[in-house]
Nanobody
Framework: EVQLVESGGGLVQPGGSLRLSCVASGFTFSSYAMTWVRQAPGKALEWVSSITNEGYTYYANSVTGRFTISRDNAESTLYLQLNSLKTEDTAMYYC????????????????????WGQGTQVTVSS
């Protein structure tokens, strides 16, 4: 079974940090670009960051300089380091796998990915 399982979310004060993880199973993780998408309460899905299977990284303007995406292919794990968190970063964070290997997908559209994790909640509040 192809599966993505996120963890690492929580409640943090503004300016704080969190590290999200997404453990993949059931497919050749190292062959796929991977993406983080978030959804704030009452808002649409928002693309956050993507990383190619070779390790090239891409970020939304809203998180550039504060978030860092990375991957450990040996552990089939995707990471998102969140620093300098703001209240507007409050959202459910999802990792997502595209349908095809070695294809970068930089959209928030649910149908552009064939597997999503269950999400991990990040709440930034004082």
């Amino acid at each position: 079974e192809v599966q993505l399982v996120e963890s690492g979310g929580g409640l943090v004060q503004p300016g704080g940090s969190l590290r999200l993880s997404c453990v993949a199973s059931g497919f050749t993780f190292s062959s796929y670009a991977m993406t983080w998408v978030r959804q704030a309460p009452g808002k649409a899905l928002e693309w956050v960051s993507s990383i190619t299977n070779e390790g090239y990284t891409y970020y939304a303007n809203s998180v550039t300089g504060r978030f860092t995406i990375s991957r450990d292919n040996a552990e089939s794990t995707l990471y998102l380091q969140l620093n300098s968190l703001k209240t507007e970063d409050t959202a459910m964070y999802y990792c997502a796998k595209p349908r095809l290997p070695r294809v970068m997908v930089i959209t928030p559209r649910r149908d552009d990915y064939d597997v999503w994790g269950q999400g991990t909640q990040v709440t930034v509040s004082s």
